[in-house]
């Protein structure tokens, strides 16, 4: 649903339109935030989700937040990890570990 908000600003223009569905983003967070992809995907839904205004700024200033502690700890992990043997292929870089129910 997508409410038109009458109220004018200063300058005489109309605001934008407000959605009232459920932020975009929600559905990222609900599933977890376990890779790469799942992490940019749920920032360009939260980024999404501002602009519209589905979500208020200090939900969103909260996400980022909590996003960029998720990857200082992947950042720490990649940095002091033991040193690994002789392998020729990049390592797999996970934020959080799979749960064995979700296979």
Do not use: H
């Amino acid at each position: 649903m997508v409410e038109t908000i009458q109220a004018e600003t200063t300058n005489g223009q109309e605001m934008a339109e407000r959605t009232t569905d459920a932020p975009k983003s929600l559905r990222f967070a609900r599933d977890g935030i376990r890779t790469g992809e799942d992490f940019a995907n749920t920032m360009s839904a939260l980024m999404s989700d501002l602009i519209e205004g589905s979500i208020t700024p200090e939900v969103g200033n909260a996400v980022c937040n909590a996003g960029g502690k998720l990857l200082k700890m992947v950042e720490m992990q990649y940095k002091y990890a033991s040193p690994p043997q002789v392998v020729k292929e990049r390592p797999n870089i996970a934020l959080a570990e799979l749960s064995p129910t979700s296979e």
